[in-house]
């Protein structure tokens, strides 16, 4: 399990130190190898990287299954990639808590003077031919029945990391690679940066879900959220509210934002009014994730915090709604609705601790009631029968 948690958080540490070099290299797991860094447009990764974790530090055997399942899963990715003979090959990295003794072929594979690829490949080679052991045959002979030239090009490839660091010292090198100082907030920062990207690992994981990668620019964005959020630092305000033209308006008039507002009666002026918000906090929302000073999760964190004030807002002024109702009387409880709601969610930051601009709340209110997807438990609107007039809506535009 340790090695598990410690594949998922070398993750986290590889692309923190790489964000220093290049804000957009790309992590993924479990795709070709144990973790993948891709640069640039390419959809190749430049870096397969094989974690290995052990309790005991001790020395890495060049005849164990650590070395040889790695090299095996090598070969396996690099025929997959098409590169084993030709092209372009990546970086092949075995990170691992063991230390690589002197004169064996995983010491001359590490970074440095002493590196010796021909050397290396003559040792792996007689160790592939060996008969013993039996637990690494298989790999050892798929390494063995590459030509010289791929036996070569893959040795060539491979950096032994040896001496990494234990699962228990991995927290106090991820907060030096990320610039975390101790202080007082210093641990809060960190466990919240190891939450954002175990959610995120978890996504990664999860072949039925959409989420490729994760970028160094994710990270370091999150990362300024919480430090940012922890010093109530606000959120840039680059829109500048205004009214909006004839055009503008007229290109919303069949939204569902719009028709949220008619169901309750609201006349044109007042319509427009709200539309300016929405319109606007619709421009910076996109402005702020564009340039990374918010993450989609810190949105959605936002959203689930008005939704909830909304949700209290709707209970109350429609509980008392009747099947016999007139109609008259649920448009005033929508109209309720929607200027208790607008007052309650002007106040509320977008970055806890901070100051929002109000119409980014309330703006963002209407972009809730404007989503068509949403479910019957998270779907927001002003009229007490929104949901069944939301449905008609639907339907009379797909007809």
């Known amino acids: 399990m340790t090695g598990y948690l410690y594949q998922s958080e070398l993750a986290l540490l590889e692309l923190a130190r790489r964000s220093w070099d290049d804000i957009t290299v790309e992590v993924r797991m479990e795709v070709l190898d144990d973790i993948e860094f891709l640069y640039g447009a390419t959809a190749d990764p430049h870096e397969l990287l094989q974690s290995k974790h052990r309790e005991k530090a001790g020395r890495l055997s060049e005849t164990g299954k650590d ?9 396996d990715a690099l ?3 098409g590169c084993l003979s030709a092209g372009t090959m990546p970086l092949l990295r075995l990170v691992t808590t063991q230390v690589a003794a002197e004169g064996t072929f995983l010491h001359q594979l590490r970074p440095g003077p002493e590196r010796s690829v021909a050397d290396a490949l003559t040792r792996m080679e007689q160790v592939a031919q060996a008969t013993e052991p039996a637990n ?3 790999d050892r002979k798929k390494f063995a029945d590459l030509t010289p030239a791929q036996r070569y090009r893959l040795v060539a490839a491979i950096e032994i990391s040896d ?8 927290d106090s090198s991820l907060a030096r690679i990320l610039g975390i100082r101790p202080g007082q907030h210093a641990r809060a920062i960190l466990d919240d940066v190891k939450g954002w990207w175990y959610g995120m ?8 879900r959409t989420r490729a990668s994760v970028t160094a620019q994710e990270l370091q964005c999150r990362l300024e959220e919480i430090t940012d959020r922890f010093a109530g630092k606000n959120l840039p305000i ?5 009214r909006l033209t004839t055009a503008e308006i007229a290109a919303y008039k069949d939204d569902l934002v719009v028709a949220q507002m008619e169901w309750i009666g609201l006349k044109d002026r ?19 994730l564009r340039t990374f000073k918010i ?11 008005l939704w909830d004030e909304w949700d209290h807002v709707f209970t109350r002024h429609t509980d008392t709604i009747e099947d016999d109702t007139p109609d008259a009387e649920r448009k005033a409880a929508g109209t309720r609705v929607l200027n208790d709601t607008m007052d309650k969610v002007a106040d509320l930051p977008a970055r806890p601790g901070s100051i929002t601009e109000g119409w980014i709340g309330r703006g963002t209110m209407h972009s809730l009631a404007g989503r068509h997807t949403a479910e019957d438990d998270e779907s927001v609107g002003w009229h007490p029968d929104y949901p069944d007039l939301r449905q008609s809506h639907h339907e009379s535009r797909d007809a």
């Open 67 to 75: 070395v040889w399942r790695s090299v095996a899963s090598w070969i």
């Open 238 to 242: 680059t829109e500048t509210s205004r």
């Open 295 to 305: 993450t989609e999760e810190g949105l959605e964190d936002y959203d689930r915090l």
């Open 163 to 170: 001496a990494s660091p234990l699962m228990s010292d991995l």
């Open 201 to 208: 690992a978890v996504e990664l994981l999860d072949k039925s």
């Open 270 to 288: 007042t319509i427009a009014t709200h539309l300016r918000d929405y319109h606007h906090a619709r421009a910076q929302r996109s402005q702020w």
């Open 136 to 138: 690494t045959a298989e």
């Open 79 to 81: 025929t997959a990639l």
